[in-house]
Each structure stands twice: as C-alpha cells, then as structure tokens.
C-alpha cells in the first residue's frame, strides 16, 4: 500500500462543466476526509466518512458538491455546474483509529482543479 | 481571530540559518501535527505532538500546553527544506482538524 491515492493530480474545466474526483484511501483506513486548500490558506474540513457512512458535511458543502463512498473503500467528490470560485486543491485523507485527531492522518498528493 | 495562527508568514533564509516557525491555538486540543507541503504537492506530516518535545533529523518540534504554543526549528535550513510549513490542531474528541494558514519558507543556497 503507497498511502492515499487522488486522481487526477490536475484538473482544468470551463466554468459549468462537471468534474468528479477520486480518492483511494490506505486500504485499512475505515475513515475517509475531503478537505478543500485555496490559495494562501489552510485547508478547510469539506467532509467525512467513517465506512460507507458520510457523517459530517462543512456547510463549505454546496449543493453543487456530492462526496460518495460507496463500498466505504474509494471516495469520489463530484463538483456540478463549476464556478471559477471553485478552483483550489482538493484533499483526501484517510485514518484508522477512532479519534483520529490523536494518531493523525495520512495525506493524499490532493487533485489541483483550476476553472477557466 | 483565526484559532490556529502561525507567524511568520513568510520567511527567507541563507542556507545554514537556524529557522523556527510559531503556532498559537485558542482551542483545547488532543494533539498538534507540523505538517509540510511542497509546491503543488500533498501533505506530508512531519510531527505529532501532544507534550514536549521531538526530534526528527534537523527538526525539532516542541509545545507548550499551558501556554498554546508549539515551534518548529530546522537546523542548518536547506534549500531543499523550502516549502510551506502547516501547524493542525485535532480538537479534543472530534475527528477534524483545524489549520494555520501556513508559513511560506524559501531557504536560498
């Protein structure tokens, strides 16, 4: 296992298109998190999921957006209809134990979208 | 007030410079991460700190509970240590984090 995997690294759209992200967690990692990073900033809680489960969504979190994790493996993020406000680094991190604040997470390399 | 700030935001060193980067959080929190990203790269966790003090080659990371503070030096910087340097807080008994805006290091050669 090579840690957490995000796919695509880039992603350029025009402004209204869809796009739809990927992200493949450390294989026992039961706890999946969607953190969105613009420029100059820290990155900022979007979502997570414990299993299969989304548990917690960041009022971040417009209905434009949609996370799934469907077998509680791999996670996608699906942005509908995007803004150029959109364009960031979106993040994938996954963790084991139960209060993962404690033992930390493991980073993706996170999947840049820039909206022209 | 943001809950995690760091300073500086900035910083530019000569290769050799002993560097250190603050963190002040107003928050209780289960632990503290130092984290490091490089220019469109991920995350990579550096250390994890809930008392004292660690060592990790050139780096060090303390904190200061009472006080919440944290620090991390680099001795004898390296242009290669250039990238921005992240300070995450996990508050107690949740599962988020929250970040610092980071400290943008450039260690010239």
């Known amino acids: 296992d090579t840690g957490v995997s995000q796919n695509p690294r880039h992603k350029i759209t025009k402004r209204g298109q869809n796009v739809t992200f990927r992200c493949d967690p450390i294989s026992e990692h039961n706890r999946l998190y969607w953190y969105r990073q613009t420029l100059g900033q820290g990155p900022e809680f979007l979502t997570y999921f414990q299993n299969e489960a989304q548990l917690e969504k960041s009022r971040l979190l417009s209905d434009r957006f949609s996370a799934e994790r469907p077998k509680g493996s791999f996670s996608t993020l699906e942005i509908q209809r995007t803004e150029q406000g959109d364009s960031a680094m979106y993040l994938c991190?996954?963790?084991?134990?139960?209060?993962?604040?404690?033992?930390?997470?493991?980073f993706g390399s996170g999947t840049r979208l820039t909206v022209v | 007030k943001n809950e995690v700030e760091q300073s500086p935001q900035n910083l530019t060193a000569q290769e050799g410079e002993f560097i250190t980067i603050n963190c002040s959080y107003s928050?209780?929190?289960?632990?503290l991460h130092w984290l490091q990203q490089h220019p469109g790269g991920g995350i990579v966790s550096l250390f994890m700190?809930?008392?004292g003090k660690k060592k990790h080659g050139r780096l060090i990371a303390t904190i200061n509970i009472q006080e919440k503070h944290s620090s991390l030096h680099i001795t004898a910087s390296h242009p290669r240590d250039s990238a921005v340097y992240i300070c995450a807080v996990g508050t107690s008994g949740t599962y988020k984090y929250i970040f610092g805006t980071g400290t943008r290091l450039k260690v010239l050669a």
């Open positions: 991190a996954s963790s084991l134990r139960q209060h993962p604040a404690n033992y930390g997470y493991t």
């Open positions: 700190l809930s008392s």
């Open positions: 928050v209780g929190i289960s632990a």
